[in-house]
């Protein structure tokens, strides 16, 4: 896997639609200033250097998708929670990509 693959999690594309619907642990990944000025509805404002501090809110979550504004931030909170023991990760990109999917 390139490094690209690992850092933006580009490969099989996952059913975005679908996970949400199924409920989702949807985590914005930005700065709070940057979700303040715009977020996906249902969200939680998780921004990536308080990852490592937060893992407990991770756990129990069938699925969970992270993002941010260019989808970098959120490939290396999915490689952080995948060095804790998460498997159930998805990098969903960039939040406006993630909120055409959430009604």
Request: hydrophobic letters at 40%; glycine letters at 10%.
């Amino acid at each position: 896997m390139s490094f690209f693959q690992m850092l933006f999690g580009t490969g099989p594309k996952a059913d975005l639609k679908a996970i949400i619907a199924e409920g989702a642990y949807l985590v914005d990944v930005r700065t709070t200033q940057e979700f303040a000025c715009g977020h996906v509805k249902g969200s939680v404002n998780i921004p990536l250097n308080n990852i490592p501090a937060q893992i407990s809110k991770f756990k129990n979550k069938k699925n969970i998708i992270v993002f941010c504004l260019s989808g970098a931030r959120s490939g290396q909170a999915k490689q952080i929670l995948e060095q804790h023991g998460f498997t159930n990760v998805i990098n969903g990109g960039t939040w406006t990509h993630v909120n055409q999917f959430v009604s």
